[in-house]
């Protein structure tokens, strides 16, 4: 009986402080950068580009759209643990593969960057399929985390990073509730993970934001024109 009444008292107080304390003001959206070299660049030609930013920005629309409008950019075709979403497809979208699987890439060393991403499943970009593709000359984009980004910053520190900001607070919450894929619980987690991400901007050498994502589209593929051209430059 005591209990109960204890009990009923935490759940009426948290009840209360749900309820009078003032909302958590929405986190400072970070606005456009233009690209900016680091002296890592110096000298290299920046074969890789990588595409971070928070949850529901858009990263995957953008990269969507890249493929389809785009064909000179070699998007990279990241290892997953997930299970496809309708309408993806094994081999373009991502290469869907077991945990098992997965723990066999990373244990033969072949992942250059990997990540469990939101606490459920593992992404992560194979070393062999980005190798070859600069050895045919191509001009790679890594659409990953900021887990990821910040391994391949420590591998390849000559790569070009662009991060993808929403347009505001309110239109990134949009999005992720409008695509519906997630549980509210899940979208609680993955807005938490949005504000340490959105925090990690000046990491980034450029910022792009997704207002239309054939805009940032095309603005990515600016970014990547630029890093090319200034190095051509310099030869
Ligand atoms: P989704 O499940 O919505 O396709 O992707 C979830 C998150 O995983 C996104 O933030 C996406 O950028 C990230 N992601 C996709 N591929 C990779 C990858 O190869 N490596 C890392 N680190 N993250 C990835």
Redesign the pocket.
């Known amino acids: 009986m005591r209990y109960g009444t204890i009990t009923a008292y935490i759940l009426q107080t948290i009840q209360t402080l749900r309820t009078t304390l003032p909302a958590q003001p929405p986190p400072d959206i970070p606005g456009p950068r233009e690209l900016t070299l680091r002296p890592e660049h110096a000298g290299v030609r920046p074969s890789v580009t990588v ?6 920005v858009g ?2 629309t953008v990269s969507q759209y890249i493929r389809e409008h785009y064909p000179q950019v070699c998007l ?1 075709v ?3 643990t ?1 299970e496809p ?1 309708p309408g993806e497809v094994n081999g373009l ?2 290469s869907f593969v077991s945990h098992s699987k997965f723990d066999e890439l990373i244990e033969q060393g072949k992942m250059l ?3 469990e ?2 606490g459920l ?1 593992k ?3 194979r070393r062999d399929t980005v190798e070859e593709a600069i050895a045919n000359g191509q001009h790679v984009l ?8 910040r ?1 391949v910053r420590q591998t390849m520190p000559e790569a070009v990073f662009v991060f993808l900001t929403p347009p505001s607070w309110e239109e990134l919450v949009r999005r992720l509730v409008g695509r519906g ?1 997630e549980s509210a619980e899940e979208q609680q987690r993955r807005l938490e993970t949005a504000k340490l991400e959105l925090a990690a901007e000046p990491e980034f050498d450029a910022v792009i934001v997704n207002d239309t994502v054939g805009q940032a589209s095309a603005r990515l593929v600016e970014v990547m024109q630029l890093t090319t051209s200034a190095k051509t430059a310099e030869n």
């Open positions: 595409l971070a930013g928070p949850t529901a990263k995957g990279s990241s290892a997953t997930r979403r979208h991502y960057e990997w990540a991403v939101h499943n992404y992560g970009t890594l659409e990953i985390d900021l887990q990821g980004a391994q894929t």
